[in-house]
């Protein structure tokens, strides 16, 4: 019998190894070729198709950094700000005070006694802020009438004067009882002069700076018969005023409503206020020269007068007595 050769085990080995290498390597070429793409790419594009790089898209999506803290701001400010002590807006919109103090009200004090008073006076600019038209140390120009006084009393509600030596200032500068008791010394062209005190308003169509005099004070300048007499005057501080001035409350007056009127002072009256709980409070000022408080709020309470020159009386402990006048301890100082 013919033995049958066989191929040695081995000899299949080597040739299935042979054949399997190059298939493996195309398989390994397949799977590399896959794995590549299916890798994301390595950037973004832009809507107009260029490649963005990946870490711009990254520090694009990054939070911004912090601002700087206001201790590491500038403190100079830039050219044409406003100032650091300078005022700047609030919430609301409203300026906030400035670095510089403005004027307040004095605080408030305990009454001594009854009628007790104390003073105080402002800067020049502040005092000239208060004058109406009519300003001490000025001269006006106008014209002289005259007028039947009666007995003294006007639309002032002063009430009788002591002398007919009294006049009406015209509607204009009257205006709304800011010239009450003033003193004014009136020249004539002649040389002949008198001083009169406010004590009435001369309706239109009495002309600004026209005083219409008592015929007792016209006069003292020239005859009645004269009619018109061109003159000039200036507001004065008198030396001849009262040792003090009074306080009156008007007819009608309670804790509920009040009047407040101011007599003789020595200088015009530019305003009244009565402390309350929250401070000062300035009141109306009327035509028929009294200061109303019409919800009653400080009446009774401590009174401050300020003139014309922005000097300050305070006046407590006075009760509410209407009709009644009321002498205080103080009287505004000559100028």
Not at 47 to 62: Q, R
Not at 74 to 92: E, R
Not at 258 to 268: S, T
Request: one cysteine or more; proline letters at 10%.
């Amino acid at each position: 019998m013919r033995a049958t050769k066989h191929a040695s085990p081995r000899s299949i080995r080597a040739r299935g190894l042979v054949l399997g290498i190059p298939l493996a390597l195309v398989a390994v070429g397949v799977l590399v070729c896959l794995a590549f793409a299916l890798l994301p790419e390595s950037g973004n594009r832009g809507d107009a198709g260029a490649v963005v790089p990946a870490a711009a898209s990254v520090a694009a999506t990054e939070p911004s950094t912090p601002p700087e803290t206001a201790a590491s701001a500038d403190p100079t400010p830039p050219a044409g700000s406003p100032s650091a002590t300078g005022p700047t807006p609030s919430a609301t919109g409203t300026p906030s005070p400035s670095a510089t103090p403005t004027p307040r009200p004095s605080p408030p004090t305990a009454a001594p006694s009854a009628s007790a008073a104390t003073s105080t006076a402002r800067s020049a600019p502040a005092a000239a802020s208060l004058a109406g038209r009519i300003r001490p140390g000025t001269n006006y120009q106008g014209v002289a009438t005259s007028y039947d006084a009666a007995d003294g009393n006007g639309a002032c509600s002063f009430g009788p004067s002591g002398d007919l030596m009294v006049a009406a200032m015209n509607h204009t500068d009257y205006e709304s009882s800011k010239a009450c008791g003033a003193s004014v010394l009136v020249r004539a062209a002649n040389g002949a002069s008198i001083t009169v005190r406010i004590v009435n308003e001369c309706p239109l169509p009495c002309a600004p700076g026209q005083l219409d005099l008592s015929h007792e004070a016209f006069g003292k300048l020239a005859e009645l018969s004269v009619g018109r007499l061109p003159i000039t005057w200036t507001v004065l501080s008198p030396g001849t005023a009262p040792d003090t001035m009074s306080i009156r409350y008007k007819t009608g007056s309670s804790q509920w409503w009040c009047g407040i009127q101011v007599i003789g002072h020595r200088n015009p009256v530019a305003a009244l206020e009565v402390r309350t709980g929250a401070g000062w409070r300035q009141l109306t000022r009327t035509d028929y020269n009294y200061f109303l408080s019409p919800d009653g709020t400080g009446c009774g309470g401590s009174i401050r007068v300020t003139d014309v020159y922005g000097e300050q009386l305070t006046v407590d402990g006075l009760a509410v007595k209407p009709d009644v006048v009321q002498p205080t301890r103080v009287q505004f100082a000559r100028h």
